[in-house]
């Protein structure tokens, strides 16, 4: 799924917006002040002035007509059916918010499935009740003990009553990478136990990335991420169909 499609992730990650109020005509601070972020401006045919906006969880482009007072909002495409929209809204709304979502799961408390060194890191938002993310944690094995992919699990409890206390007990682990992997391998014979008392330390773990999952608007597990050949981020929910593990996880 291509970054554009994988909406609503939150745009209020993104920082303040590109240009101020003061340096906007009349017309589109009108859109501003209704909600629009304005991101940058671009150049767009026939006199029309182009500004990528954030709005609703969403890229929007708008233009400015020649006389300065009204504005069209939506895709514009060429006489050979070029939408001339996109590659302003990837530059100024797509891609800022890609990085600042990859610096965002950077900075969770993710435990690693895999080699520090691998060249492919792969974050997935996942809770310890989760077939799904047992599922994938299987798919994933020959790329993850091969050294070519690290994945990096955020834990998250939203499945059953005990998944917070099980994520609990993995980031509390003495070896939390240790703990994961022997809980994903036993599968439904796991024996992993939630904490009853949780440390406030790893509480307040657990609450950041429930908090940065709620954000982002997902609502369920796993929620895959990754960057593709060309650096771009893409995402995947749920176990990926067989046929998908190569663009998530590249080459075997």
């Known amino acids: 799924m291509r970054l554009t499609a994988l909406l609503p992730l939150s745009l209020a990650l993104l920082a303040a917006p590109a240009l101020q109020a003061e340096e906007l005509p009349k017309a589109i601070q009108q859109l501003q ?14 006199g029309l002035r182009g500004y990528a906006a954030a709005y609703q969880n969403n890229g929007l482009a708008l233009y400015l007509t020649p006389d ?9 495409f060429d006489e050979q059916g070029n939408d001339l929209s996109a590659e302003p ?23 690693a499935d895999g080699k520090d060194d691998a060249p492919r890191k792969v974050y997935l938002f996942s809770d310890p009740n989760c ?15 091969s050294g070519k992919v690290q994945l990096r699990h955020i834990m998250v ?15 509390a682990a003495k070896d939390p990478a240790k703990a994961l992997h022997e809980h994903e391998k036993a599968g439904k014979a796991s024996t992993l136990k939630p904490l009853d008392q949780v440390p406030e330390a790893v509480q307040q ?26 650096g771009n981020l893409q995402n995947q929910q749920g176990a990926p169909r067989p046929e998908l593990l190569g663009k998530i996880l590249g080459k075997r």
Request: hydrophobic content about 45%; aromatic content about 10%.
């Open 33 to 46: 002040a209704k909600g629009a972020e304005i991101k940058g401006s671009f150049d767009a045919p026939n």
């Open 68 to 76: 300065g007072k009204h504005v069209l909002v939506g895709s514009l």
């Open 89 to 111: 809204l990837k530059k100024l709304v797509y891609a800022p918010m890609s990085q600042e979502i990859w610096a965002k799961m950077e900075k969770t408390s993710w435990i």
């Open 131 to 145: 077939p799904y993310c047992n599922m994938f944690w299987e798919q994933a094995r020959p790329w993850v003990e």
């Open 157 to 171: 409890g939203i499945i059953r009553a005990d998944s917070p206390g099980k994520s609990a007990a993995l980031l």
């Open 205 to 230: 773990k657990l609450a950041a990335n429930m908090a940065l999952m709620e954000e982002m608007g997902l609502q369920a597990t796993p929620a895959i991420f990754y960057q593709d050949e060309q």
